[in-house]
């Protein structure tokens, strides 16, 4: 991320370094007439010149060195909790919550704000999907937020934080088996409607002896978006009732030379830096939370989220929110 480049302004100038010079260079007149004119020689000038210019440089450089000593270690720019009891800043995208999605487009999903369990505060979204009778062929139940507040923009920088807990009481029957790991939990999601995501954290339900966390970084056709030319896979031990604390940084770029990822997950270091395009174009990325599956019949799953978060450092995303 390309921050402000820090100045000061004020006496000390260049324009008075200039002075010394000026002042250096000019002739000087004694008060008796009959005194000889005596010009500075050059050499001389050129000496106050550079001392004056490196004392102002040596000030100057202190100066901004305590300045910037003093500025905060980050600053968190978006947050997406549930402390007011509602979704706050998140758009809610599931059949229970309106806004025009019916069953047939989501499926029989519902995305609530309760009071347990909750990981900061009082409260954490709660993310169920069901199975359905609908006509759908995915299901969800999620929240977004636009581009704007997400960050996703070519060339920007920015860490994300979050927790997420997958109770065991909602997860009895595993995960759907359909397309693999088609149970997104966490994306940062194309702003060109079917592109999906190039970020993207799910479960993978083929996994063995069990369900597993994955993190992806994929690549897609600039022409065909639906069509991934590559895919960079992470994974991690689902563990049932534990709520799991990630931090992304992500620099966005539809560059795959340009744009980067690396995660951490409860402190440590996951998945490390992949240098790869984080989104599809400079149309950008947005977030989004809940849970997000092929069609399944075979039963429920449910996931928690809490105290997400945008900052311009992994400290500043670190610190409970």
Not at 126 to 135: L, M
Not at 252 to 280: Q, Y
Request: aromatic share 12%; net charge neutral; proline share 5%.
């Amino acid at each position: 991320m390309t921050r402000r480049p820090y100045t000061r302004s004020g006496a000390g100038s260049l324009h008075s370094v200039l002075g010394v010079e000026e002042a250096a260079s000019r002739e000087t007149v004694g008060t008796d007439p009959h005194l000889r004119r005596r010009r500075v020689p050059r050499w001389l000038a050129l000496f106050v010149l550079a001392a004056g210019a490196a004392t102002l440089l040596l000030v100057a450089g202190c100066w901004e060195w305590t300045a910037r000593s003093s500025v905060p270690s980050g600053t968190i720019v978006w947050q997406g909790g549930y402390e007011a009891g509602n979704f706050g800043a998140w758009i809610p995208q599931s059949s229970c919550t309106g806004r025009s999605y019916e069953p047939s487009e989501v499926g029989e999903g519902c995305a609530s704000v309760v009071g347990e369990p909750a990981r900061y505060g009082r409260y954490s979204g709660r993310f169920e999907v069901r199975a359905s009778d609908t006509r759908s062929d995915t299901e969800r139940a999620e929240l977004y937020v636009g581009v704007a507040a997400s960050g996703g923009r070519e060339g920007e920088e920015w860490y994300y934080g979050w927790s997420t807990m997958f109770p065991a009481a909602g997860n009895s029957a595993g995960f759907s088996r359909a397309n693999s790991d088609f149970n997104v939990f966490t994306s940062w999601h194309n702003a060109d409607g079917p592109c999906g995501g190039n970020v993207v954290f799910g479960i993978d339900a083929l996994s063995t002896p069990a369900p597993r966390i994955y993190f992806t970084l994929a690549g897609r056709d600039s022409r065909k978006c639906a069509q991934i030319t590559s895919r960079r896979k992470y994974f991690l031990p689902l563990r049932y009732d534990h709520w799991y604390d990630f931090v992304a940084r992500i620099k966005w770029s539809s560059d795959p030379g340009r744009g980067s990822v690396e995660v951490w997950v409860d402190g440590e270091a996951w998945v490390p830096p992949l240098t790869g395009a984080t989104m599809l174009n400079a149309n950008g990325a947005y977030w989004k939370q809940g849970f997000y599956r092929a069609a399944w019949d075979g039963g429920t799953n449910t996931v928690h989220h809490d105290g997400a978060r945008r900052g311009d450092s992994r400290s500043a995303v670190e610190q409970q929110p």
